[in-house]
């Protein structure tokens, strides 16, 4: 039953992307259902519109699914296992439709489904694990960061989806150690979340190792200094001030190192900046990061289009990036706009010699320039 490894290949694609996957699998059938069953250039137009709109929607209810989430949390208190349940339950349908057609026994068909629910539990448990651990990680309040994440996982669920349709036994084998290599990164995961905390000597509270005081009781903490990706380093911090812009430029709070929320910590019921002379230094401190990355834009320039790819990837990741994480929506939404329209300017000049160099570079000054004005204007705007 060669349709049964198709749906076994497709399984921790539900588990991931689900939408993105349902959408890829009808795609495929209505293009070679309108091929006669081969690859012609209307069944290619439909197969390439199908991706395209699907990843659109998928990639617009990503950047809504937090705000949604919230939104029910507080209204209804619906529990994150319904969007588990609904993954398994599209695998269910996608395997009941699939392999309807298949001329096997009613009891090997059962069997099938059995399978197929099975793993994508399984799946879908290690992947909301990891995701629940992984949102509590410095690094994933990064802006750019979920981005990044959700690209990767556009190319690798579009190519997965095409492999088990053309080569299911491959599939499926990649979906074993798929399987083995979804709970490694689990556990590593939690090792790496849990190996940042420590427990508060008064009230016992998970309390981060860059914290300078618990969230819960206030007591002072012994803070260790920011390193690499966020993680705790065995030093003491020696200058508060500094540790205090490091975290405030990683967003998140320089009291107990939670992630922020805009510019307000949600554990600690405070603002990220004490008053303006720190946040003046807080710019200060940013601008200074940009200028120390401006070589890195500037030798990124000299590779077209990857090299601005990129560029913006260390430009989000560093602390010169810092800003974005600070802007409201608007803010956010006018910097995009920006970007878009600068991007086509950067198309058509970034061919040329010289010239070409430089505008990655412009490109990211302009853009961090907008963003920093953004800033200032939106935390005036909350202060007043």
């Given at each position: 039953?060669?349709?049964?490894l198709?749906?076994?290949?497709l399984?921790?694609?539900?588990?991931?992307?689900?939408?993105?996957?349902s959408?890829?699998?009808?795609?495929?059938?209505?293009?070679?259902?309108?091929?006669?069953?081969?690859?012609?250039?209307?069944?290619?137009?439909?197969?390439?519109l199908?991706?395209?709109?699907t990843?659109?929607?998928?990639?617009?209810?990503?950047?809504?699914?937090?705000w949604?989430?919230?939104?029910?949390?507080?209204?209804?208190?619906i529990?994150?296992?319904?969007?588990?349940?609904f993954?398994?339950?599209a695998?269910?349908?996608?395997?009941?439709?699939?392999?309807?057609?298949?001329?096997?026994?009613?009891?090997?068909?059962?069997?099938?489904?059995?399978i197929?629910?099975?793993?994508?539990?399984l799946f879908?448990?290690?992947?909301?694990?990891?995701?629940?651990?992984?949102?509590?990680?410095?690094?994933?309040?990064?802006?750019?960061?979920?981005?990044?994440?959700?690209l990767?996982?556009?190319?690798?669920?579009?190519?997965?989806?095409?492999?088990?349709?053309l080569?299911?036994?491959?599939?499926?084998?990649l979906?074993?150690?798929?399987?083995?290599?979804?709970?490694?990164?689990?556990?590593?995961?939690?090792?790496?979340?849990?190996?940042?905390?420590?427990?508060?000597?008064?009230?016992?509270?998970?309390?981060?190792q860059?914290?300078?005081?618990?969230?819960?009781?206030?007591?002072?903490?012994a803070?260790?200094?920011?390193?690499?990706?966020?993680?705790?380093?065995?030093?003491?911090?020696?200058?508060?001030?500094?540790?205090?812009?490091?975290?405030?430029?990683g967003?998140?709070?320089?009291?107990?190192?939670?992630?922020?929320?805009g510019?307000?910590?949600?554990?600690?019921?405070?603002?990220?900046?004490?008053?303006?002379?720190?946040?003046?230094?807080?710019?200060?401190?940013?601008?200074?990061?940009?200028?120390?990355?401006?070589?890195?834009?500037?030798?990124?320039?000299?590779?077209?289009?990857?090299?601005l790819a990129?560029?913006l990837?260390?430009?989000?990741?560093s602390?010169?990036?810092?800003?974005?994480?600070?802007?409201?929506?608007?803010?956010?939404?006018?910097?995009?706009?920006?970007?878009g329209a600068?991007?086509?300017?950067?198309?058509?000049?970034?061919?040329?010699?010289?010239?070409?160099?430089?505008?990655?570079?412009?490109?990211?000054?302009?853009?961090?320039v907008?963003?920093?004005a953004?800033v200032?204007?939106?935390?005036?705007?909350?202060?007043?």
């Open positions: 039953m060669p349709t049964i198709v749906v076994i290949g399984v921790p694609f539900f588990a991931g992307r689900t939408l993105l996957t959408g890829l699998v009808i795609s495929w059938y209505l293009a070679f259902d309108a091929g006669n069953g081969g690859l012609n250039f209307r069944s290619a137009l439909i197969l390439t199908g991706v395209a709109v990843a659109g929607i998928d990639y617009g209810l990503t950047k809504l699914k937090p949604a989430r919230e939104l029910l949390t507080a209204t209804l208190t529990p994150k296992e319904l969007e588990d349940k993954k398994v339950f695998a269910l349908m996608c395997a009941t439709a699939l392999i309807s057609n298949e001329n096997g026994s009613r009891l090997q068909l059962i069997g099938a489904l059995v197929v629910g099975g793993l994508s539990w879908t448990k290690l992947r909301s694990n990891a995701d629940a651990i992984f949102e509590t990680l410095p690094v994933a309040q990064l802006p750019g960061v979920g981005s990044a994440i959700f990767v996982e556009l190319v690798s669920t579009i190519a997965g989806v095409a492999l088990a349709f080569a299911p036994v491959v599939s499926v084998v979906m074993v150690f798929a399987l083995i290599g979804l709970a490694l990164v689990a556990a590593a995961l939690r090792r790496f979340r849990d190996g940042a905390r420590e427990a508060c000597v008064s009230c016992g509270a998970s309390v981060h860059c914290a300078g005081a618990c969230p819960k009781c206030g007591t002072a903490h803070a260790h200094c920011v390193g690499v990706l966020g993680r705790p380093t065995k030093a003491l911090v020696q200058d508060e001030s500094r540790h205090r812009l490091v975290l405030l430029a967003h998140r709070c320089p009291r107990c190192a939670d992630g922020l929320r510019s307000h910590c949600p554990a600690c019921k405070l603002d990220a900046f004490r008053d303006d002379a720190e946040f003046t230094a807080f710019v200060r401190y940013v601008d200074t990061r940009f200028a120390v990355m401006t070589p890195v834009f500037v030798a990124l320039g000299f590779m077209p289009v990857l090299g990129l560029a990837v260390a430009y989000r990741l602390s010169a990036g810092a800003f974005a994480g600070y802007a409201d929506w608007r803010g956010k939404l006018g910097v995009r706009v920006l970007r600068m991007l086509v300017g950067l198309a058509l000049v970034q061919p040329v010699p010289l010239i070409g160099v430089a505008a990655t570079w412009a490109y990211l000054t302009l853009s961090h907008w963003t920093r953004t200032k204007r939106t935390l005036v705007d909350v202060d007043a």
